[in-house]
């Protein structure tokens, strides 16, 4: 069935840039999604791309997708503390109608 | 900023009670979905439901659960008999359009239901 892995944690210092990575299954996802949860709280959709897109830039956020190897990555400049929180990749299922698959979230700590 | 709100937070129940998870999606939204995510594990997809009827299920969705849009504003999710393994978060969620063209699904901030 459809999948979404992304590595379950990483470890940053403030200031440098964070690269959270995950891998998808279903090659006809139409859009790809970020979400971030921060304690306590719901899902925030941070950006997400269309599958024909390449990259995405919005402000400190930078979202690279490889198609074919089913390859999305989000990048986030200047990591402050802030930005620690759990991030969810997320593919929309074929069909649509806000389907989601997400992965297991990347727990980002963002240290001193 | 408008939100989608849930209700309770947490809810603690004993096995084969029933549960009713109470969320209130955003006002002009018309599409409605419930997720949950078992501690540990990733957010799946239960059901989304448009026009009064659901739209899609996943194989999670049986007979024990089903969902309500008892009035204007509300939208339930109901579990008859509670199992152990029904103890996770689950997040409601809502948006403007289902359909291709992409919209922001806003979720709420989950309940989290424990069943002892």
């Known amino acids: 069935g459809e999948d979404v892995e992304q590595s379950l944690f990483l470890s940053v210092r403030e200031g440098d840039s964070s690269v959270i990575n995950c891998t998808y299954t279903?090659?006809?996802?139409?859009?790809l999604y970020w979400y971030k949860q921060e304690p306590g709280a719901g899902l925030q959709l941070l950006t997400y791309?269309?599958?024909?897109?390449d990259m995405k830039q919005d402000q400190r956020l930078t979202v690279l997708l490889n198609k074919k190897d089913k390859h999305l990555s989000l990048r986030i400049a200047d990591t402050q503390t802030g930005d620690s929180a759990i991030y969810f990749c997320?593919?929309?299922?074929?069909?649509?109608?806000?389907?989601?698959?997400f992965g297991a979230g990347t727990r980002l700590a963002v240290h001193p | 900023e408008p939100e989608v709100t849930q209700t309770p937070s947490h809810q603690v129940t004993q096995m084969g009670q029933e549960v009713i998870l109470r969320c209130v999606p955003i006002?002009?939204?018309?599409?409605f979905y419930w997720y949950r995510q078992i501690l540990g594990q990733k957010v799946e997809f239960l059901v989304s439901?448009?026009?009064?009827?659901?739209?899609?299920k996943s194989e999670i969705f049986d007979d024990q659960f089903s969902v309500e849009r008892p009035d204007g504003s509300n939208f339930t999710l109901k579990i008859r008999s509670t199992k152990l393994e029904d103890s996770a978060m689950y997040f409601c969620?809502?948006?403007?359009?289902?359909?291709?063209?992409?919209?922001?699904?806003?979720f709420g901030q989950g309940t989290r239901l424990t069943v002892v």
């Open positions: 439901f448009y026009n009064n009827e659901i739209s899609e």
């Open positions: 969620a809502s948006s403007e359009s289902g359909g291709a063209v992409v919209t922001e699904a806003f």
């Open positions: 006002s002009n939204h018309l599409y």
């Open positions: 997320a593919a929309e299922l074929s069909g649509g109608y806000n389907k989601l698959i």
């Open positions: 791309i269309f599958s024909n897109m």
């Open positions: 279903d090659s006809s996802s139409t859009y």
